[in-house]
């Protein structure tokens, strides 16, 4: 999975992980990230998504890393001016902690799971490398048999996020959501089974 993957779907417009709402597990458990007004929220693999606007009409400054410029020229087109939102057009495993500053929380949806595993092990990595003790992030990830579709998005379970984050986080499952509004799309790629789970993750 490289970048020309996800170019490729942008230029298609072949984005059904897209939502028009903000998604329900950060509306629902935003206040589990403890920030106060101000707070920088990092949302790497940001697409055009409705959550950012959100995190910043909660009084976030929000960082969204996006590899497609027509994803961040549509999300300036649908959101309008968004002054509190920096979404950047590039490549996470570009970043580093001084381009892109101190972030207070991370919220992934759509991201781990986008990635095969090796890339996921060195995501993970990535994100380390970019938090500092304390830093809160709300985690949500797919479930499914692998084995009926290929990803992404890719099911991610409970023992790989221990394993990608247990070394230096403490790791707190919050939810785990069966009835997906999004299930019928899933269906029609013959998974029947699919859930989310949500973690809220704070670096050691
Ligand atoms: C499955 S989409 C999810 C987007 C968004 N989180 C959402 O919920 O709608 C994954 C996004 O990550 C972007 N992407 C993939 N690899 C990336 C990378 N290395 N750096 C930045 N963005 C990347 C893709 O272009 C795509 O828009």
């Known amino acids: 999975m490289d970048a020309d993957f996800w170019h490729e779907r942008w230029q298609k417009g072949e984005i059904g992980f897209h939502q028009d709402r903000p998604h ?17 929220v990092f949302v790497p693999l940001a697409g055009k ?7 910043a009409a909660r009084g976030c400054a929000v960082v969204g890393i996006e590899l497609s410029a027509i994803a961040v020229e549509e999300f300036v087109a ?26 207070d929380a991370i919220f992934d949806r759509a991201a781990l799971v986008a990635l095969p595993p090796p890339m996921r092990t ?12 304390g830093t809160r992030t709300l985690l949500v990830t ?27 986080h403490d790791i707190r499952m919050l939810e785990h959501v069966t009835d997906l509004p999004d299930a019928p799309r899933f269906a029609a790629r013959g998974v029947g089974d699919v859930s989310e789970r949500v973690y809220l993750l704070t670096r050691r």
């Not at 329900?24 to 920088?40: E, M, S, W």
């Not at 998504?49 to 995190?55: P, Q």
């Not at 060195?122 to 003790?133: F, G, V």
């Open 24 to 40: 329900p597990a950060l509306i629902k458990h935003f206040d589990a990230l403890g920030l106060t007004p101000g707070a920088r």
């Open 49 to 55: 998504s409705r959550d950012l606007a959100w995190l």
């Open 142 to 168: 797919m479930e499914y048999d692998q084995s009926r579709m290929r990803g992404p998005p890719h099911a991610v379970l409970p023992d790989e996020v221990q394993a990608l984050y247990g070394a230096d």
């Open 122 to 133: 060195r995501y993970a990595a990535k994100l380390r490398e970019l938090a500092t003790p």
């Open 78 to 103: 649908e959101n309008g001016a968004q002054p509190h939102v920096d979404l950047r057009c590039g490549d996470l495993f570009a970043l580093t902690p001084q381009s892109l500053g101190p972030i």
